[in-house]
């Protein structure tokens, strides 16, 4: 039986997911939570092997329905190799993406449909999905420009500004699909503020789902 909590955060590109979630983490992890910092796509070394081959800006060629083919390898052996032993150890899985990218990014960003993708990821997940996820809320504009402050572009990254409209409009459903278990985070605040407003959830979250982790 599932024993740990399995949060993911999803976001548009540049809504300081990586940031805040890592800051997260170390905090968690000082205060004595046994806690599992992870990543989509990566997290092991499969998963890493097969995320530069799809972010290699390179590989221009690649087939919309290969790229979501290659997400939901890489999430699949992530999972199997990572987070269902973590959270059955009992750990508090904090993950940097997982299947509701996918959704937006693959099944509207890519125009292959949520259904088709969701459909697809199920043969990977087996019913896995995330206890709660942190939705960063960022406006494309500020997203964009955090991106663009970045320097080194990934293929995703250089991606036309008409399809990471689409992929906001992506989370838009999956966050009215998902509702139950969305927590939102309004990342349009300094980054400081959406740090603290993350972890008072957070926390809040663990006390909720499983007094056994609290020290
Ligand atoms: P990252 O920048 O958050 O590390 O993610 C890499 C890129 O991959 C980012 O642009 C979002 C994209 N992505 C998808 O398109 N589909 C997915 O399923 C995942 C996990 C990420």
New binding site residues.
């Given amino acids: 039986m599932q024993k740990g909590i399995f949060i993911t955060f999803e976001g548009n590109?540049g809504s300081g997911?990586?940031t805040i979630s890592t800051k997260v983490y170390e905090t968690l992890k000082n205060k004595g939570y046994p806690v599992l910092y992870t990543?989509?796509?990566?997290g092991i070394e499969i998963a890493e092997q097969i995320?530069s081959i799809?972010?290699d800006p390179n590989n221009t060629e690649m087939d919309a329905r290969t790229?979501?083919l290659l997400?939901?390898a890489?999430?699949r052996q992530h999972l199997i190799e990572k987070v269902l032993p973590a959270l059955k150890q009992g750990k508090i899985v904090l993950c940097?993406?997982?299947?509701d990218?996918?959704l937006?990014?693959?099944g509207v960003?890519r125009n292959i449909g949520m259904k088709e993708v969701f459909d697809m990821n199920a043969f990977a997940i087996e019913g896995h999905m995330p206890d709660v996820t942190i939705f960063l809320s960022v406006s494309l504009k500020t997203g964009m420009k955090r991106v663009a402050q970045r320097g080194n572009l990934?293929r995703?990254?250089q991606e036309s500004m008409e399809f990471h409209k689409r992929?906001a409009e992506g989370y838009e459903s999956v966050k009215l699909k998902y509702a139950d278990r969305m927590v939102m985070i309004d990342a349009e605040q300094e980054m400081e503020k959406v740090y603290e407003a993350t972890l008072r959830q957070v926390e809040e979250i663990i006390k909720r789902y499983d007094k056994r982790t609290v020290s």
């Fill in positions: 590109d997911k990586t990543r989509e796509p990566g995320r799809i972010l790229e979501a997400y939901a890489s999430r940097d993406r997982f299947i990218s996918s937006a990014y693959q960003g990934d995703m990254d992929v």
